[in-house]
Nanobody, 126 residues
Framework: QVQLVESGGGLVQAGGSLRLSCAASGRTLSSYTMGWFRQAPGKDREFVAI????????YYTDSVKGRFTISRDTAKNTLYLQMNILKPEDTAVYFC???????????????????WGQGTQVTVSS
């Protein structure tokens, strides 16, 4: 089992920044793919970004490229999402997710992740 606990959400004006954190515990993460998804009211859960824990290689959805940065601190077992130049359309509940070695062609599908955090609300006002 992997336990994931997110933090760092909040209310910010458009153009502002937030950093989300996801503290992981329970397993060694070296073989894991970890990522961020988000879900706005009335919409499906949407892929945002993932990182391979061991290599650090990462992938982003097009709408956040150049604005969001995913990273991890292997000593602290913590995943981060630095969000800059936030837009109202970024408003959602953000979830941290983890699974063992998700193939690249499957990283955007939330069904391929086994462990989820409780979510943290991000609200961007215009």
């Amino acid at each position: 089992q992997v336990q994931l606990v997110e933090s760092g959400g909040g209310l910010v004006q458009a153009g502002g920044s937030l950093r989300l954190s996801c503290a992981a515990s329970g397993r060694t993460l070296s073989s894991y793919t970890m990522g961020w998804f988000r879900q706005a009211p009335g919409k499906d859960r949407e892929f945002v970004a993932i990182i391979r824990w061991s290599s650090g290689s990462n992938y982003y959805t097009d709408s956040v490229k150049g604005r969001f940065t995913i990273s991890r601190d292997t000593a602290k077992n913590t995943l981060y999402l630095q969000m800059n130049i936030l837009k109202p359309e970024d408003t959602a509940v953000y979830f941290c997710a983890a699974a063992v070695l998700v193939p690249t062609k499957k990283i955007m599908d939330a069904r391929n992740y086994d462990y989820w955090g409780q979510g943290t609300q991000v609200t961007v006002s215009s």
